[in-house]
Nanobody, 115 residues
Framework: QVQLAESGGGLVQAGGSLRLSCAAS????????VAWYRQVPGKQRESVAV???????TYGDSVKGRFTISRDNAKNTVYLQMNSLKPEDTAVYYC?????????WGQGTQVTVVS
């Protein structure tokens, strides 16, 4: 059974940093790509960053240059380092993987950025 668990969210002032973690279980971790999404109530879920099984990364335009996605296959964990946070980064952040056309999501972690 594939499970994803996010952690590391919290309240931070604008300009600050947070590091989110996504721990995976029930899967051969180094064989999967993992993505971070975020969602604000009333809006569609937005893709933030993706890391492939080979370590290639892509980012949403709104976070380029500020967020960094990385993975530690030994720990079955993907990280999202978020720097220079802005109030508009406030959202619930989810990690995601897709296996054989099936999407798996974690429970989400709240990030709140105050000015």
């Amino acid at each position: 059974q594939v499970q994803l668990a996010e952690s590391g969210g919290g309240l931070v002032q604008a300009g600050g940093s947070l590091r989110l973690s996504c721990a995976a279980s029930g899967i051969v971790f180094d064989a999967i790509a993992v993505a971070w999404y975020r969602q604000v109530p009333g809006k569609q879920r937005e893709s933030v960053a993706v890391i492939t099984r080979g370590g290639s990364t892509t980012y949403g335009d709104s976070v380029k240059g500020r967020f960094t996605i990385s993975r530690d296959n030994a720990k079955n964990t993907v990280y999202l380092q978020m720097n220079s946070l802005k109030p508009e980064d406030t959202a619930v952040y989810y990690c995601n993987t897709r296996i054989l056309f099936q999407d798996y999501w974690g429970q989400g972690t709240q990030v709140t950025v105050v000015s």
